[in-house]
């Protein structure tokens, strides 16, 4: 390692420089943070000063001229409002600059700020209103083609959580943006998310943290915000209202607190995020391979596996890998009820302590038993020896054991035994498949899309029993009677461990070198 890299891995450890301490504006009553940077700019999760990196959750500092470049982030969430019909949403409520909008409508929010939104007009209550309290916490990356107003946080209120927050009950709702690795099997819509209910906050929290980007946390009840309070929170500059096209700067600073850098290879440089697309194709987790009695194994999510027999030997392969980029949101829900008044009675009366009449003397023990020190100590004894694995391209026959080892007595062997045959050819393999998404570009959920896996003998022997497989994500559904292929072939599906299924095309005869097919399916995006 070079010597210079130490001193920045010992920074990274510790998660950057400390921050100088909060100051409070005595006007306003809202906490500001000075640093050492431009006036306004503040490092939160997804936004960095000049000459940084943007990565979520964190600032990034530049590593080297090699790191890889990483998406920048959107300098704006927005958010959609779902409520009743009818129901107006005032934004900067209680100021000058307040603005009102018929729900639903879609607002551009700065991250790092804490908002104030006014309900008015609600269902079977006149003249009541509702101030929910959004905190913004982080952004979109968005990728080429994507637009990120095109991708809203659903801020949902329900005839429900109305109700129920008008009845004094405090909703805090945590949207998240989802990783698809951990995606939910079900489907949903941009004004129909998938919504959960948790048992506290706390915990809403800790499962979003463990399951995708944390986004906001909306809370909403039945308490009326001071005046003070309404103006601290409308910070002009923060809101792009719809119709307008520029945003004037902040005329505070962000009021979230740093998180840290995160630890990562000094000179890769950071991951790059990967909430924002869900990848299908290729070959993930477990490797492709033929098993026991000519059975495919390493199938797991995502992944396509195509057998085939040439040359006599049963092999596989697979393809391509196919991304489709299509955010999609997920709120944890949690209720807290009050259960009740606690009120502070005082004494009718005053009760005087009576002294003991006598005391109980304490009498010492007279046999005291010792504790007997072990005679002696049985330690760990090490192995003398330690047999690792060894990654080799191809095996020699080894019939003989390899390494003999006794340890106290007992004797242990290490063998290696020749595998049958070498199945898997990632980079020399006769039989090229690839796998596309149609149409191209940003999806949203709900849209349909055509999947096309392409098979092609680039060989010098014929291939013959071609199998396909492909095990979809869980944020893909497969359109029933959607499958055709342009030869002859026995189709079946299967449930896989994601909720989704396993598609399966037995292709019988034989592919001559030069010759291809093709296999189409449609699914929907969840």
Not at 65 to 80: E, F, M, N, S
Not at 116 to 122: G, K, T, V, W
Not at 141 to 169: C, E, H, N, Q
Not at 325 to 350: N, Q, T, W, Y
């Amino acid at each position: 390692m070079h010597v210079g890299v130490l001193p920045l891995i010992g920074a990274l450890a510790i998660g950057g420089p400390p921050l100088p301490p909060p100051a409070t504006s005595a006007t306003s009553g809202i906490t500001l943070v000075k640093g050492s940077g431009p006036p306004g700019i503040y490092p939160v999760p997804g936004m960095g000063p000049p000459g940084a990196v943007a990565a979520f959750g964190a600032m990034v500092p530049t590593i080297a001229p090699t790191a890889p470049a990483l998406p920048a982030p959107a300098p704006l969430v927005a958010a959609k409002f779902l409520a009743p019909k009818g129901v107006r949403v005032t934004a900067f409520p209680g100021s000058p600059a307040a603005k009102m909008f018929d729900a639903p409508t879609v607002l551009g929010l700065r991250p790092g700020y804490i908002y104030r939104f006014e309900l008015s007009n609600l269902p079977y209550a006149p003249g009541k209103t509702l101030y929910p309290e959004v905190e913004l916490r982080g952004v979109l990356v968005p990728r080429p083609g994507m637009k990120y107003m095109d991708f809203p946080i659903p801020l949902l209120f329900s005839p429900a959580d109305i109700d129920r927050a008008l009845a004094g009950t405090l909703i805090t709702k945590v949207i998240y943006l989802e990783d698809p690795e951990k995606a939910i099997p079900a489907e949903a819509s941009a004004d129909a998310p998938i919504e959960i209910p948790e048992d506290s906050e706390k915990l809403a929290l800790k499962t979003a943290n463990e399951n995708g980007r944390l986004m906001a946390i909306v809370r909403l009840g039945n308490r009326k915000p001071p005046q003070e309070e309404l103006w601290a929170r409308a910070v002009p500059g923060t809101i792009l209202f719809p119709g307008e096209k520029f945003l004037a700067a902040p005329q505070m600073p962000p009021v979230f607190p740093y998180w840290g850098v995160p630890f990562f290879d000094p000179l890769l440089g950071p991951r790059g995020p990967k909430e924002e697309c869900f990848e299908n194709g290729a070959d993930k987790q477990d490797a492709l391979g033929i098993g026991p009695e000519n059975r495919l194994g390493g199938l797991n999510a995502t992944d396509v596996g195509v057998e085939y027999t040439m040359g006599g030997k049963r092999k596989v392969t697979t393809s391509c890998l196919a991304c489709i980029c299509s955010p999609r949101f997920v709120i944890r829900k949690a209720e807290m009820i009050p259960a009740g008044i606690d009120v502070k009675l005082g004494l009718a009366g005053h009760t005087g302590e009576l002294r003991p009449a006598g005391f109980i003397e304490r009498t010492q023990i007279l046999t005291n038993i010792a504790r007997d020190k072990p005679n002696e100590f049985i330690g760990r004894v090490r192995p003398s020896a330690y047999i690792g694995q060894i990654g080799t391209s191809m095996f020699i026959g080894m019939s003989r054991p390899a390494a003999v080892a006794q340890v106290l007595g007992v004797k242990v062997e290490g063998t290696y035994v020749e595998p049958e045959q070498l199945t898997a050819y990632p980079t020399l393999c006769p039989l090229t498949v690839t796998k596309c998404v149609d149409p191209t570009g940003p999806k949203q959920q709900g849209e349909i899309v055509t999947v096309t896996i392409r098979y092609a003998n680039t060989g010098t022997k014929a291939a013959s029993d071609i199998v396909v497989s492909d095990s979809l994500s869980g944020r893909l559904e497969y359109i029933p009677g959607s499958a055709q292929t342009d030869r002859p072939s026995n189709f079946s599906t299967a449930e896989n461990e994601v909720g989704s299924v396993i598609l399966r095309w037995e292709l019988p005869g034989t592919i001559l070198p030069g010759q291809s097919g093709t296999i189409k399916f449609k699914a929907k995006i969840r």
